[in-house]
């Protein structure tokens, strides 16, 4: 029989702690957060004049990212960080819920653009700290995602390809880490290419800017191909790879391959594939052909073809492997989206929600260096599980000789590289 200790019927919840902290890995991000100086920036960068909401954005903007650290999808969940002494381990003053979302509403085109700028000063100071590539390649790839919204009235919200109510940003990540590089919002009938030239313009730019100065290439699906994107690159010396639509000068190029120029490649095992070169406008289109054997060969008897352009070098099986790899950017746009602002958009002003992705994909990042500099994780680690890791943890606050103490959980799995972040990003310089 169950003891009447350990029954949950007979258990007593009462609120009533002031000590206690949500979510008490958020003062690793606040150290984050201040090392890389992005109060004292937004209050630089983002001037709203006499608009409502105008005064010290630097709070409001630390309040929305830090509340989308810790999991928060919509301005409500704002709360969570006035919760208890959780505001002790921010280092800022949190603002209240109908504060931020007026300060959102306030923000037009230009000021949407001063937060874009303030987004790439601190991707450039957390690279400068540590996170970069700095001369070693880099990897970048780009995609369109759909940002849902929930009710009619959203300014610019459409039902595109995908039949879903929403809009239609750009995005391009780092390969190797899944950081956001750079976003743009669009509203949801825009195609996949719309606006790409200049997004590439002021991605490599940035990137540029940022520290990143090793080779530089860039992967991207066939609703991105057009001869324009690829003389944009080519100005800017940036490698490509781009799947191109399969018109019918491309199957007669592919046509032209001579049986014997096809080499095998691995796949499944009820299943054959080759790749083979050719040449497409004065660029190397490389192609791989995939049919299934056996006894499901009746379903796709005849070989199904998938090509793209390049200016890279390296053997067509190398380049069709790495070009294969450009579907980690879905990866990277899922963790990005789950669990945090990415979810939706909350505003019906288009610009205010254009702010909302921008902050959300900065939110992202955050997360990710308080990894990369703190623990030192190689590779990309899923945002969920450096949240429920290091995040989202509960603590306490105590006082003790004019000192704040924060109380974790005894025997927390992942207490080790608690410290350790805490130890390193405490002992970075703070860049302005």
């Known amino acids: 029989m169950q003891s009447s200790l350990h029954n949950p019927a007979r258990l007593e919840v009462i609120f009533d702690d002031d000590h206690s902290v949500a979510n008490a890995g958020?003062?690793?991000?606040?150290?984050c957060s201040q090392m890389l100086g992005i109060e004292d920036a937004a209050n630089e960068f983002v001037a709203l004049g006499d608009r409502p909401g105008a005064s010290r954005p630097g709070r409001k903007i630390l309040t929305l990212l830090h509340s989308m650290v810790a999991g928060g999808d919509c301005i409500d969940d704002v709360d969570v960080l006035r919760s208890g002494s959780t505001g002790q381990v921010l280092a800022h003053r949190?603002?209240?819920?109908?504060?931020?979302?007026?300060?959102?509403?306030?923000?037009?085109?230009?000021?949407?653009?001063?937060?874009?700028?303030?987004?790439?000063?601190?991707?450039?100071?957390?690279?400068?700290?540590?996170?970069?590539?700095?001369?070693?390649?880099?990897?970048?790839?780009?995609?369109?995602?759909?940002?849902?919204?929930?009710?009619s009235d959203k300014q610019g919200a459409a039902y595109g390809y995908t039949k879903v109510l929403g809009y239609h940003p750009?995005?391009?990540?780092?390969?190797?880490?899944?950081?956001?590089?750079?976003?743009?919002?669009?509203?949801?009938?825009?195609?996949?290419?719309?606006?790409?030239?200049?997004?590439?313009?002021?991605?490599?730019?940035?990137?540029r800017r940022a520290g990143a100065s090793g080779a530089l290439t860039l992967r991207a699906d066939s609703g991105f191909f057009s001869w324009k994107t690829v003389d944009t690159l080519k100005a800017k010396n940036v490698a490509f790879s781009i799947t191109v639509p399969k018109n019918p000068a491309v199957a007669g190029a592919i046509d032209r391959i001579d049986e014997k120029d096809w080499?095998?490649?691995?796949?499944?095992?009820?299943?054959?594939?080759?790749?083979?070169?050719?040449?497409?406008?004065?660029?190397?289109?490389?192609?791989?052909r995939t049919r299934l054997t056996g006894n499901q060969a009746q379903l796709f008897a005849d070989w199904r073809y998938h090509a793209f352009i390049t200016n890279r070098q390296g053997t067509t099986v190398f380049l069709d492997a790495d070009h294969r790899r450009h579907a980690v950017v879905e990866l990277a746009?899922?963790?990005?989206?789950?669990?945090?602002?990415?979810?939706?958009?909350?505003?019906?002003?288009?610009?205010?929600?254009?702010?909302?992705?921008?902050?959300a994909a900065l939110a992202h990042n955050l997360v990710r260096w308080v990894a990369a500099l703190g623990v030192g994780t190689d590779g990309p680690v899923v945002t969920k599980t450096i949240r429920r890791r290091l995040i989202t943890l509960p603590g306490r606050i105590t006082h003790r000789s004019r000192r704040r103490i924060l109380h974790l959980p005894t025997d927390w799995p992942w207490k080790q590289d608690f410290l350790t972040a805490a130890s390193r990003l405490g002992a970075l310089p703070r860049l302005c």
Request: aromatic share 8%; charged share 25%; hydrophobic share 40%.
């Open 26 to 31: 958020l003062a690793l991000v606040a150290m």
């Open 94 to 151: 949190v603002m209240a819920p109908s504060t931020c979302g007026t300060f959102l509403r306030s923000f037009t085109f230009g000021h949407v653009r001063q937060l874009d700028r303030l987004f790439g000063t601190i991707l450039q100071r957390a690279w400068t700290a540590g996170a970069g590539p700095g001369d070693e390649p880099m990897t970048i790839d780009i995609d369109s995602t759909i940002c849902e919204v929930h009710g």
């Open 333 to 359: 746009i899922r963790d990005w989206k789950e669990g945090s602002g990415a979810n939706h958009c909350p505003s019906g002003v288009f610009a205010a929600n254009a702010a909302w992705l921008l902050l």
């Open 263 to 288: 080499t095998p490649i691995g796949y499944t095992e009820d299943g054959e594939a080759h790749v083979g070169e050719t040449i497409y406008k004065k660029e190397r289109l490389i192609i791989r």
């Open 170 to 207: 750009l995005v391009a990540t780092r390969a190797d880490t899944g950081e956001v590089l750079h976003i743009r919002q669009r509203k949801g009938s825009a195609n996949s290419g719309r606006g790409t030239k200049r997004f590439i313009e002021e991605l490599v730019a940035r990137l």
